[in-house]
């Protein structure tokens, strides 16, 4: 356990390798330490967030340099985001060869340009 305040430690202790869950709640009042140290370490974070306002900030301030230094970054990974998010998942995947059929493009698609038909 880490005292999220102690900003130095946290980053000299999250490596790359690492995976990081936190229910550290308020996100917004407590989370954010924790985030920029996993996304500045390249590590893998979970949080169980539901408040929109930081998760937007996740993606918003932490997206380009998470993807840059190969951090994994899942926030609002809680109950009651889950369910949509693996049923996104599950539809774009199943949609990818009618995407790719038809000429559409899914922009969140990891394989982005690349249709095998």
């Not at 000299?12 to 500045?40: L, Y």
């Not at 967030?49 to 840059?68: C, D, H, M, Q, Y």
């Not at 951090?71 to 693996?86: D, N």
Request: glycine share 12%; aromatic share 8%; net charge positive.
């Amino acid at each position: 356990m880490m005292d999220v305040r102690d900003i130095g430690t946290l980053r000299r202790t999250i490596n790359a390798d690492d995976v990081i869950v936190t229910t550290v709640g308020p996100f917004g009042e407590h989370g954010r330490p924790v985030a920029e140290a996993a996304a500045e370490a390249g590590a893998s974070y979970l949080d169980s967030a539901g408040e929109p306002p930081f998760i937007r900030w996740i993606f918003n301030k932490l997206g380009t340099r998470a993807a840059v230094r190969g951090a994994r970054i899942m926030p609002g990974f809680g109950h009651e985001y889950v369910s949509g998010q693996l049923a996104g998942a599950w539809a774009l995947e199943r949609s990818q060869k009618w995407a790719c059929r038809t000429g559409l493009r899914l922009a969140t698609s990891a394989r982005k340009g690349h249709c095998a038909v």
